[in-house]
């Protein structure tokens, strides 16, 4: 077991440092990445991965970024920190923790004229940034705690953890929180083809964090509730929109059809940073399409033809109607999601 909790992506002085969640959980490789290039290749190729780790990961690249730039003119300096936002956009379209962390990088330089200023306030945002959601997550455990009972059984999908954040996560932030209470909750986690954050991040993350935990495949799922006990389905979220249709990794939606049709409830566990009041349903949520070669080999090995047509949706939409409640920093939410976001959000 780790002592100290694996930091996915951190400052080091005028770099940045990064698991790289692609080797896991046989390798526990740090990589040092010190361009704008290398965030966007990360955050691209899934080496950060995780909607609120993707964020601070590019407020991070922006921070960087600005600490080397030569730039002494600040509208140039603005112009070429706008350049940059629009190009780390491009990176991941789904999680819109992306677009929210940029957005606040660059509101900081709505009111600064001094480009040693701008410096100073981007990277102090970044930190900021990666502090709130640690404090979030860890927030969001406490409330999704209290959902559950001494050693209730959770089934997940992908990876929410604490590699997925700050710190703690948002879905596993509740294990964690059990862990130092002394309460014991049990895990199933389903593998989550195709590139298996379930089986390599999420069964070793809370493995390592001593939790009791099964891994089943993906379609092993309604058996298993039906034969093992789950108590409650619990998974985080790329993107919520305002109706409260929540986007989350493909094979979440079937997980919640299946969770209603056996009659267990599924929650979503998620920052604000992950309600987008600004798309009004999961019809407006962009689904990322990702490369056919994933589906059609695991861990770089081919298991189909070569040459096979592929569907590769990264996400699906789960309809807000089949999610039991939506746990944020500042509470569970129920019911009429419109109404409760909106109140959120006021
Ligand atoms: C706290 S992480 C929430 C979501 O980002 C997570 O459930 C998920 O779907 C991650 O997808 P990924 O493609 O691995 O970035």
Redo the contacts with the bound molecule.
């Keep these: 077991m780790l002592n100290t909790p694996i930091r996915s992506v951190q400052w080091n002085k005028d770099k940045i440092t990064l698991l790289d969640q692609r080797l896991l959980p046989q390798k526990i490789e740090y990589l040092t990445l010190s361009s704008i290039e290398d965030i966007w290749d990360a955050i691209f190729e899934?080496k950060v991965?995780?909607?609120?780790a993707?964020g601070i990961a590019a407020a991070f690249g922006l921070a960087l970024s600005t600490q080397q730039s030569t730039i002494s003119n600040f509208d140039e300096f603005r112009l070429e920190l706008k350049k940059e936002a629009a190009y780390l956009e491009t990176s991941r379209p789904t999680?819109v923790n992306l677009f929210w962390a940029i957005k606040r990088i660059l509101s900081v330089v709505e009111n600064i004229t001094s480009v040693q200023e701008a410096k100073e306030a981007i990277l102090a945002e970044a930190l900021l940034i990666e502090k709130e959601d640690e404090d979030i997550c860890r927030s969001i455990g406490e409330y999704a705690l209290s959902l559950f009972q001494d050693e209730d059984t959770l089934l997940t999908h992908?990876?929410?953890g604490g590699i997925?954040?700050a710190r703690y996560?948002?879905?596993l932030a509740p294990f964690y929180i059990a862990k130092e209470r002394g309460i014991t909750l049990r895990a199933f986690a389903s593998e989550t083809r195709p590139v298996l954050?379930g089986a390599r991040l999420t069964a070793w993350e809370l493995q390592q964090l001593g939790v009791d935990v099964t891994l089943i495949t993906d379609n092993m799922v309604a058996h298993t509730i039906q034969s093992k006990g789950i108590n409650a389905v619990i998974?985080?979220?790329?993107r919520i929109a305002a109706n409260g249709d929540a986007a989350?990794?493909i094979g979440t939606y079937g997980l919640a059809l299946i969770a209603k049709s056996l009659g267990i409830p599924f929650y979503v566990a998620?920052p604000l940073s992950t309600i987008d009041v600004d798309t009004l349903s999961g019809a407006d949520i962009e689904i990322e399409e990702r490369h056919p070669d994933e589906v059609r080999t695991i861990n770089g090995h081919l298991i189909s033809p070569a040459d096979i047509n592929v569907f590769n949706p990264?996400?699906d939409v789960t309809p807000a109607e089949l999610i039991t409640g939506i746990i944020t920093e500042k509470g569970i939410i129920k019911g009429d999601y419109q109404k409760e976001i909106a109140i959120l959000f006021q």
Excluded: H, W, Y
């Design positions: 899934l991965r995780g909607a609120p993707i999680a992908c990876n929410a997925a954040t996560g948002t879905a954050q998974v985080g979220a790329d989350n990794k998620a990264a996400f």
